[in-house]
T-cell receptor, first 115, second 109 residues
Framework: DVKVTQSSRYLVKRTGEKVFLECVQDMDHENMFWYRQDPGLGLRLIYF???????EKGDIPEGYSVSREKKERFSLILESASTNQTSMYLC??????????????FGPGTRLTVL | SQQGEEDPQALSIQEGENATMNCSYKTSINNLQWYRQNSGRGLVHLILIRSNEREKHSGRLRVTLDTSKKSSSLLITASRAADTASYFC?????????FGKGTRLSVIA
């Protein structure tokens, strides 16, 4: 079974802190994604990566950066956390689309609270 | 974005009844997927239907796709309390998957 793990289930940080959220997948997937999920807004794509050292902006990249130094690991960085970044953060991974299928496998999520 | 929109936003049914959720989207797609999310957890892939397919079954799940109307439906038959979750459609075109806002299903025992 594909396993996607995230470094923390719950995290509480203070405004202005630098926050690292880590995601690791064990299935040699090429693609990795970071989403945030907020009530009434659904899942919104922050950043994604199709290969090591590659990154692409999603729909809401402002205030975030990412790092992908190894294939299995994709980190989301909040350079200076703000209260409006309080959210559930979900990581996902997938193989490259083949025959137009891009099924994503999700981690359990990190609920981040910024005070 | 070609975001899918699920309807209804919330649905409450009795155990044993069928649950139907709908998804509408805006632009052409390669496939449409449905995911499930238990409260406070990650999403789990349920079923994928390609743009050239009209109907697909998986266990108690039945998905239909009407590309002319840009809509899909997910039917869960003989629902169980364990089906209580949020259900999301996700469309795949020339961009990464785009998720809708979800339907919250409550199955009452």
């Amino acid at each position: 079974d594909v396993k996607v793990t995230q470094s923390s289930r719950y995290l509480v940080k203070r405004t202005g802190e630098k926050v690292f959220l880590e995601c690791v997948q064990d299935m040699d997937h090429e693609n990795m994604f970071w989403y945030r999920q907020d009530p009434g807004l659904g899942l919104r794509l922050i950043y994604f990566s199709y290969d090591v050292k590659m990154k692409e902006k999603g729909d809401i990249p402002e205030g975030y950066s990412v790092s992908r130094e190894k294939k299995e690991r994709f980190s989301l960085i909040l350079e200076s956390a703000s209260t409006n970044q309080t959210s559930m953060y979900l990581c996902a991974s997938s193989f490259p689309p083949s025959e137009y299928t891009d099924t994503q496998y999700f981690g359990p999520g990190t609920r981040l609270t910024v005070l | 974005s070609q975001q899918g929109e699920e309807d209804p936003q919330a649905l409450s049914i009795q155990e044993g009844e069928n649950a139907t959720m709908n998804c509408s989207y805006k632009t052409s797609i390669n496939n449409l997927q449905w995911y499930r999310q238990n409260s406070g957890r990650g999403l789990v892939h349920l079923i994928l239907i390609r743009s050239n397919e009209r109907e697909k079954h998986s266990g108690r799940l039945r998905v239909t796709l009407d590309t002319s109307k840009k809509s899909s439906s997910l039917l869960i038959t003989a629902s169980r309390a364990a089906d209580t979750a949020s259900y999301f459609c996700a469309t795949e075109g020339n961009t990464p998957l785009v998720f809708g806002k979800g339907t919250r299903l409550s199955v009452i025992a």
